[in-house]
């Protein structure tokens, strides 16, 4: 019974990863939970994502991940920022909203002191020659930084070439007709929705 | 003192408009914080947001600098500054926050509806555009000249063709600009 036996350990293995996701969402408390997301708030230079993921699936075991990319598509489709929904969405599932509030508190906290500081700093010293300098360098590389972004996330989100078209509607609309981001936001947005109406074909590439 | 009230619902409002991140609501937010209630000028929301790249955490976190220069600004007190920082981060975030709570407990029935897909498929493309738009915005009062196009552009492309930590290259633009623009 080889057969048998092979399949037996290899649902022992994928039980003790279940079981360590089980145990660690029994322990957390809305404490360690703060804890977490104050570490990654704190420590989150240069983008939150890849962060979020060292420290709630490889040290919290919190979630796996596959857990962790749904929940991260969720936060993708909602307004609002990564880092915050990804905080609201585990910690509600974790220890429900107090849970939530514990984990969006604990990732904008150490951004949020430093930005505080760093604007009172600006508002005495920011005409400082060598503050504007700088400051012009910085900015500089945010554009490029953010268009990189940009581009990137295009590559990756969009399905069909003819969504480069909604894409450049909607920054005609708000950049040229100054249209405003929620009128663009509905008319672009209920346009490109019903142009990906759901057809019979997409509906079983959704199960695979 | 009677910042708050006008704070708390600008960005409130703002909130709502981050679809795709936080960039989406760049162009609004420029117009409500320069054009109707003169909290900053248009450079200095471009430096703060552009210091923010170098913070950890959520990367909208400039805001709470915008709280606290219009309540600080209005009241003449520090302290009060610091409240204003604060409530802009709980309107900011607040809303969804609560859309994030009710979205995630109904995910489960959500998951099954055919329309979903179309939703997340359909946005995504809108809020490129927004991200894009915002993008766009800021780079016009970014990019003023050779010097500052060829530190965007630079950036621009290490990050398309390598894997580096965005906020050393955030670093390198403040030591080439510094280097750039000093008298010589």
């Known amino acids: 019974m080889p057969l048998k036996a092979m399949s037996d350990a290899s649902a022992n293995t994928k039980l003790s990863e279940a079981e360590l996701v089980a145990t660690a969402r029994q322990n957390a408390t809305v404490l360690s939970i703060f804890k977490a997301f104050l570490i990654i708030g704190a420590t989150s230079f240069g983008g939150v994502v890849p962060y979020l993921r060292e420290g709630l699936v490889t040290k919290c075991h919190w979630v796996d991940d596959k857990e962790f990319v749904e929940l991260l598509s969720i936060s993708q489709s909602l307004p609002g920022l990564n880092a915050t929904n990804m905080a609201i969405l585990l910690g509600d599932r974790l220890k429900g909203w107090l849970g939530a509030v514990a984990g969006i508190v604990g990732v904008c906290l150490p951004g949020a002191l430093l930005m505080l500081g760093a604007g009172m700093f600006y508002r005495v010293h920011g005409d400082h020659p060598y503050v504007t300098y700088m400051l012009k360098g910085v900015a500089a590389a945010a554009a490029g930084l953010l268009l990189a972004t940009v581009i990137q996330l295009g590559k990756k989100s969009l399905s069909h070439r003819f969504d480069l078209v909604f894409v450049l509607v909607t920054v005609l609309a708000v950049n040229r007709l100054h249209l405003g981001v929620p009128k663009t936001l509905l008319i672009v947005g209920l346009l490109a929705i019903f142009f990906h109406y759901p057809r019979k074909s997409e509906k079983e590439s959704v199960n695979q | ?184």
Do not use: C
């Open chain 2, 1 to 184: 003192m009677n910042q708050l009230p006008i704070l708390v619902r600008v960005f409130a409002y703002l909130s709502l408009l981050t679809v795709g991140g936080g960039m989406a609501a760049f162009p609004e937010m420029q117009h409500l914080t320069v054009n109707v209630h003169h909290w900053m000028t248009s450079s200095q929301l471009v430096h703060m947001y552009s210091v923010g790249q170098l913070a950890p955490g959520p990367n909208m976190m400039m805001i709470v600098s915008i709280g606290d220069w219009a309540v600080w600004e209005a009241s003449a007190s520090k302290a009060l500054g610091i409240v204003g920082g604060l409530i802009v981060v709980v309107a900011f975030f607040g809303p969804t926050a609560l859309l994030a709570l009710i979205v995630g407990r109904a995910w489960n029935k959500l998951d099954k509806w055919p329309w979903r897909r179309s939703i997340q498929q359909g946005l995504a493309s809108v809020s490129v555009g927004l991200l894009l738009a915002g993008t766009l915005s800021m780079a016009k009062t970014a990019v003023t000249g050779w010097t500052t196009g060829g530190i965007a552009l630079a950036v621009l492309l290490t990050m398309l063709w390598r894997k580096v930590n965005p906020a050393l290259l955030v670093l390198g633009g403040a030591i080439a600009g510094t280097i750039a623009f000093m008298p010589k």
